[in-house]
């Protein structure tokens, strides 16, 4: 007999000091409080090999207006398609490289991360997936997590991801960040746009 | 150990959609969510051990020059899986408003005083039994903009990780007894009446310390199960 799960709750509008607290959120009302921070917005460790990437996003609601107590959290493997989870493992070159970041919406909605660009990891029925970031969202108003997840524009695995696959073909595009053009360390843009028009598909997982 | 996370258990979940939350109205997904298998993408999941935290993170009371105003208290308890073993060496991050009901947040406008001896910030690392323990002040109540005259119950803001993507759960503890539950949408956006009752701490009178601080204990249930054959068939 299973255990009843604790259920969830919203994060509400001020979680930002204790979650995250050197994000683009200014929460502190008059500069006496500080928090040191344990997960931030850039996960690039100076072991970690493979593309150094930015990804900046925007989250909206169903009026199109911005979130702006959003927190959206990443989990991806490092550039070889490995997940810094099994302990024991063998150690690896990016040791240090969690694969796990943290951001707060700024007044404008806006987040960002600093990170690695992650190799293509096993799937299900030993077909691999294309490179891709799993993003997890949490607001004031959100009862409950949602799931989606971030593929590259610049990715021909796209094509044949079994993930992907799943979602019907007119919604996609929103699943995919899109490279800006410019030199310097590649920036892909990825908008969520929680309801409504060419709203972001979300995982029931 | 190979864990399962069935999708059933999530059923005691509040609907992304709760219109008596009115801020659950333009910040829900309409469309139905796509089913998909979980994948090694999922079935992993962020590891922060001890050296994530430093001595003293758990304790609320001792982070400025002299102690906060309010009520002393200790929360405790232990954080399971679907099968109740414990989940050792995990995360768990909490915040909170001061005894007076106030957030240190800019956009709380809750003509209560902050406490300047009190951030409301704390973090810990679950040991191998998966026990965790904080020391606090105990959390005032307050209002907000939901409905005339709303009130949110005592509460202690929860985040845990767990052993994958899919165990990450955030939360609000309650205290026992709360006059304000009847009247609480987030509260009782979980319809359940049994998985409201997860969500209430209990008096803990046996550790209380005397002379000290009160002891409230709360017990967190994350996803996830060991696989039984039948589970392990289907991949």
């Known amino acids: 007999m299973s255990e009843i799960i604790t259920p969830s709750q919203t994060v509400g509008p001020f979680f930002a000091y204790g979650l995250a607290p050197n994000s683009r959120c200014h929460w502190d009302p008059n500069g006496n409080y500080s928090w040191k921070e344990t997960i931030g917005a850039n996960l690039v460790t100076p072991d970690a090999t493979g593309t150094k990437i930015r990804i900046d996003g925007r989250i909206t609601d169903g009026d199109g207006a911005p979130i702006n107590d959003a927190m959206i959290e990443i989990w ?27 951001s707060a919406t700024d007044k404008n909605g806006e987040f960002s991360f600093d990170t690695i660009k992650p190799g293509m990891v096993p799937g299900p029925g030993g077909k691999p997936q294309a490179p891709h970031i799993v993003v997890c969202i949490f ?9 989606t997840r971030l593929y590259f524009s610049d990715e021909a695995a796209n094509q044949a991801d079994p993930i992907l696959a799943l979602v019907p073909a007119e919604r996609r595009g929103t699943l995919i960040a899109h490279k800006q053009a410019g030199g310097g360390a590649p920036v892909y843009r990825f908008d969520i746009r929680v309801q409504g028009e060419n709203e972001t598909v979300f995982f029931d997982i | 150990m190979s864990l399962v996370y069935p999708k059933e258990s ?17 910040r829900s997904p309409s469309k139905p969510l796509i089913i998909v298998p979980h994948t090694l993408s999922e079935l992993t999941g962020p590891v922060y051990g001890h050296d994530a935290i430093q001595v003293g993170d758990n304790d609320l009371t001792k982070q400025h020059k002299g102690e906060p105003l309010g009520e002393r208290i200790i929360v405790h308890g232990h954080v399971y899986d679907e099968d109740k073993r414990p989940v050792p060496e995990t995360l768990v991050e909490i915040w909170q408003a001061n005894a007076c009901g106030r957030y240190v947040h800019n956009v709380d406008q809750h003509p209560a005083p902050l406490d300047p001896n009190f951030t409301g910030a704390g973090r810990t690392v679950t040991d191998k039994n998966g026990y965790y323990k904080f020391i606090t002040v105990k959390p005032g109540a307050y209002p907000w903009g939901n409905h005339p005259n709303a009130w949110r119950p005592n509460h202690i803001h929860f985040s845990v990780f767990g052993h994958s993507f899919l165990s990450r759960l955030v939360t609000q503890m309650y205290f026992p007894g709360d006059y304000l539950f009847p009247f609480d949408p987030i509260f009782n956006s979980v319809t359940d009446e049994k998985a409201r009752m997860r969500m209430i701490s209990s008096f803990d009178l046996e550790n209380t310390i005397p002379d000290w601080a009160l002891c409230f204990r709360f017990d967190i249930v994350l996803r996830g199960r060991e696989a039984t054959p039948q589970d392990t068939d289907k991949h």
């Open chain 1, 76 to 102: 991806q493997a490092d550039s070889q398609g490995r997940y810094a989870h099994a302990r024991g493992e063998t150690p690896r070159p990016n040791a240090k490289f969690t694969g796990f970041g943290r």
């Open chain 1, 139 to 147: 607001s004031r108003g959100m009862l409950r997590q949602v799931y």
């Open chain 2, 10 to 26: 999530l059923s005691v979940y509040p609907k992304h959609l709760s219109p008596e939350y009115r801020s659950t109205v333009k």
